[in-house]
């Protein structure tokens, strides 16, 4: 695999469910994001890691939870979402020098999902 | 608050030349960068402008002001594969990524 993967590709959960979305980089990146996508509106910037520290978003429900065991995986926990969760939820990864994001970010191809 | 405006919307005919614009109100600035996304796919990178001027890059240039706040992504010869959405992002003085809504570009033969 190259790049960045994401899985699921597509996924469909109900309001009392647990579920996480997995990402992975294959290009020695050093910082990895979570974002979300909804139609006609700028990308959200969810999460950050970088080397390997969380960079807090403080307007993410805490119905969201983001792991990053290391510096090639990123998982996103979910549960107890609602239906306006519903969205694509792209995973990307940069180079990092020192506290600076100077490169750009490579996406992975997203996870669709919705919430009934 | 910090913004980033775009054309929701633009239609072109194949074979011509489109203009993408994007202004920009943000803290700070640490370089601009143009994506390109086709429906149902990651973004991809297209350029980086961290000082005034042109950057050419085949068909692709993108160009930008910092005293006036303004880019521009310029495509030139289109093809049918080039519809698409183009997204504006600014890196701020935090060195966070501000996104704009982007541009649906709608290719027509």
């Known amino acids: 695999e190259t790049g960045v993967t994401q899985t699921p590709r597509h996924l469909v959960m109900g309001m009392t469910n647990k579920k996480s979305l997995k990402c992975e980089q294959h290009?020695?990146?050093?910082?990895m994001y979570w974002y979300k996508q909804s139609a006609k509106k700028p990308l959200e910037l969810m999460f950050v890691?970088?080397?390997?520290?969380?960079?807090e978003n403080n307007s993410v429900p805490s119905r969201f939870s983001p792991e990053c065991p290391n510096s090639s995986h990123l998982f996103l926990h979910l549960h107890t979402l609602q239906p306006e969760d519903s969205a694509l939820y792209l995973c990307?990864?940069?180079?990092?020098?020192?506290?600076?994001?100077?490169?750009?970010?490579?996406f992975g191809p997203g996870t669709r999902l919705t919430v009934t | 608050g910090q913004n980033i405006d775009q054309p929701t919307e633009m239609t072109a005919t194949e074979g011509a030349i489109v203009q993408i614009n994007c202004t920009y109100q943000?803290?700070?600035?640490?370089?601009l960068f143009w994506y390109q996304q086709h429906a149902g796919e990651a973004p991809t990178f297209l350029s980086y402008?961290?000082l005034d001027g042109l950057e050419e890059k085949g068909r692709f240039s993108s160009f930008l002001s910092r005293s006036k706040g303004y880019s521009y992504l310029l495509l030139k010869e289109l093809q049918m594969k080039d519809s698409a959405s183009y997204l504006c992002?600014?890196?701020?003085?935090?060195?966070?990524?501000?996104w704009g809504a982007g541009t649906k570009l709608i290719i027509k033969p």
């Open positions: 890691y970088s080397l390997e520290e969380r960079v």
């Open positions: 990307a990864s940069s180079s990092q020098k020192g506290g600076e994001v100077i490169y750009e970010q490579y």
């Open positions: 943000t803290s700070g600035f640490n370089g």
């Open positions: 290009l020695g990146h050093n910082a």
């Open positions: 402008n961290v």
């Open positions: 992002a600014v890196l701020d003085s935090n060195y966070q990524l501000i």
